[in-house]
Structures are given as C-alpha cells and as structure tokens.
C-alpha cells in the first residue's frame, strides 16, 4: 500500500528557532499533500494544502509566514514552523494523495514539537 | 460545511464486549467514509474506507457501515480486546470542491481486561 513518512518524528526545540517537517511519499507520487495540526483530545486541523511546484493554500486563521510550506518535489513537501514558541507545540501529522488515482489521503506517522 | 460527529467520546468497556461506534454526517453528498485508528502519540492508521456507493466494509473484527441518507456511518467491533484500546476517528471526505476530508473528534476507547 502507499506509504508516507515523516522525519523527524519528535523535536525539542527553544523558543525563537526554525524547525522543518519532512513529509514523503515513498511508493507513489504525490501531487497533493495535506499538513495537519492535532491538539491534546482534538481531531486533525487541517493547516493547509500543498500542489506541487505551486503556493500552498491555507486554510483561515493559518498563518502562512509562520508556517512555511513547500512542495519541490512529487515525494517531498517540507513544513517549517518559524520562530517556534511554545503554543507552537503540537503533533503534526502530513498526509499525501495519490495523483489522479482517486481522492484517498495516505497519512504519516505524525511529528510531535515541543517548543521550550 | 460539513461538521462529522462522533459519539460517544469515550468509552470503557470490559474485554469481550461488541462495540458500536457512532459517526453522523451533516452533508450526505460524500465521496467516502473512513475509520482511522490513532494510538496515543502515534499517527493514523486506516482501519476501514468506504466508498459512497457501498453499504459497509468489513476487516477481522472490524465492521463499518454507511448509510448516506440519514448521514450515519457505525464501527461495529467485535469481541473487543485490550489491543483495540485507542482513539477511533472517522473521516468524510465530500463530493466535489477539494476533495478534503472532514474529521470526527474521535472515540477515546479502553478495553481493560
């Protein structure tokens, strides 16, 4: 099956530095991937949306300079969260759709930040 | 827009019970249906897809049902087991304009033995 993968899949980090997600495809080509924000005993917040080669779109209330989204790549959509501060910590989960072979979203295994 | 809820939000049962979890849908014009399983501090991991034209899907002990008209969809899990203990999210994934998903807050399920 189409598996996705994350890297890395914890990080400590101080308040006021960079981090960057990794999100790969790694059997599949993907020309759309999803990042997503959980909360403690919440659901998954979509943050936004990433076509390869083009801008993201991001969903209301995200804020695109802070959260850094790019698609180089079929396989790899990159998050950064910049200037990290503690309400910044989250588990952050990418997913990817395969191209034009139906709507499903395959999803990683999630990155959790802790911002100090 | 589409809201996806899901009840209960917790549950704790002793092993050996069938489950029923519940999912309702408030926009029935859906692509499919999806039941994921979330271990605590992990990522998801698809337990069953239903495509819109079908009526249920079945994995193991593991069984989901759709029905689009009333908006409803059921996770029937049988003869429950401690290892089923997690959080249980349902996903809506509607027809037409961008084909994202719409997830359920989740059922907190323990099973103690």
């Known amino acids: 099956g189409a598996v996705v993968s994350q890297h890395p899949s914890r990080v400590i980090c101080k308040s006021g530095t960079s981090v960057k997600i990794e999100c790969r495809s790694l059997?599949?080509?993907?020309?759309?991937m999803f990042w997503y924000r959980q909360f403690p005993k919440q659901s998954l917040m979509l943050m936004a949306t990433s076509n390869e080669g083009s801008k993201a779109t991001y969903e209301q209330g995200v804020e695109k300079d802070k959260f850094l989204i790019n698609h180089a790549s079929l396989t790899l959509s990159t998050l950064t969260v910049t200037s990290a501060h503690p309400e910044d910590s989250s588990f952050y989960i990418c997913?990817?759709?395969?191209?034009?072979?139906?709507?499903?979203?395959?999803f990683g295994p999630g990155t959790r930040l802790t911002v100090l | 827009k589409q809201e996806v809820t899901q009840i209960p939000a917790a549950l704790s049962v002793p092993e050996g019970e069938n489950l029923v979890l519940n999912c309702s849908f408030t926009?029935?014009?859906?692509?499919?249906l999806q039941w994921f399983r979330q271990d605590p501090g992990k990522g998801l991991t698809s337990l069953l897809l239903i495509q819109s034209s079908q009526r249920e899907q079945t994995s193991g002990r593991l069984n989901a049902s759709l029905d689009k008209s009333s908006g409803r969809s059921t996770l029937y899990i049988a003869a429950s087991q401690p290892g089923d203990s997690a959080t249980y999210l349902c996903a809506v994934l509607a027809s037409g304009g961008s084909y994202i998903p719409t997830f359920g807050r989740g059922t907190s399920l323990i099973v103690h033995p």
């Open positions: 926009d029935s014009a859906i692509y499919n």
């Open positions: 997913s990817a759709r395969l191209g034009l072979a139906g709507y499903t979203q395959y």
């Open positions: 059997d599949f080509q993907a020309t759309t």
